[in-house]
């Protein structure tokens, strides 16, 4: 059990102590932490639950789940342990066969230009038609969304906005069936998630200072980066 009461309604299962195979999610009749949403969220469940009469959904759903097993090897052995045997960038060309996609899109950062294209080229070896865009694409001023010169990261000179409204436009207008993000920024990501029509997965998130392995810092938190861990920690600009 969690420790710290929360006094909410609202989920914690991030801090949740109990041990993994004895949780309530995990194991019929299993203990619940506090606030548990499957012990203590019945009618929400049950909302969530009911989406899935679209049959759409449910196939979704259900590939998704087929994808996860296959990610893991010799399944038959008893006793079993996890054995993972696919990528990431694989589970994701099979998951887009499983649905029977043959039209991906690829929304990628400017600083993974050549990630993105080696990217595109396996997408292409393991035949999927690519459409990809660029986060600089239309070569918006930063100045038209208000930003100052001071505001930019290159100073004293045009610098094009993120624009990954346009992005989602493109996709959504190429027809994507199933669009993959390679690292937008913060933010920019929430907005192409919020305006591509087709679902959407990451392949690989940015992080500047990792090598866009953002768990990194995580894995470190306790140690070299318990600075993150700091109240009022900032950043150079100041921003908490």
């Not at 991030?14 to 969220?41: D, F, L, M, Y």
């Amino acid at each position: 059990m969690s420790k710290e009461k929360n006094t909410s309604q609202d989920p914690s299962c991030a801090s949740c102590r109990v041990t993994i195979r004895k949780r309530a999610c995990v194991t019929p009749g299993g203990v619940g932490g506090n606030n548990c949403p499957t012990q203590e969220q019945a009618e929400a469940l049950e909302a969530a639950n009911a989406k899935y009469d679209s049959m759409e959904l449910r196939e979704f759903a259900r590939q998704a789940s087929l994808q996860e097993a296959a990610c893991y090897a010799n399944r038959h052995e008893r006793p079993y342990v996890l054995q993972p045997s696919k990528t990431r960038i694989q589970e994701i060309w099979e998951f887009a066969h499983r649905m029977g996609y043959t039209k991906v899109g690829l929304a990628f950062c400017l600083g993974l230009v050549n990630e993105a294209a080696k990217v595109e080229q396996i997408f292409k070896s393991q035949g999927l038609e690519v459409v990809s865009a660029i986060c600089k694409a239309g070569a918006t001023p930063k100045e038209w969304l208000g930003l100052s010169d001071e505001e930019k990261v290159r100073r004293d000179g045009f610098e094009s906005v993120c624009n990954p409204l346009y992005q989602a436009e493109l996709m959504n207008q190429a027809g994507t069936q199933l669009n993959v993000v390679l690292g937008l920024c913060v933010g920019h990501d929430s907005l192409f998630f919020a305006n591509a029509k087709a679902p959407s997965t990451v392949l690989a998130v940015k992080d500047r200072v990792t090598g866009h392995n953002p768990l990194a810092a995580v894995y470190l938190s306790e140690s070299y980066y318990a600075k993150l861990k700091e109240t009022g920690s900032q950043d150079d600009d100041g921003v908490l």
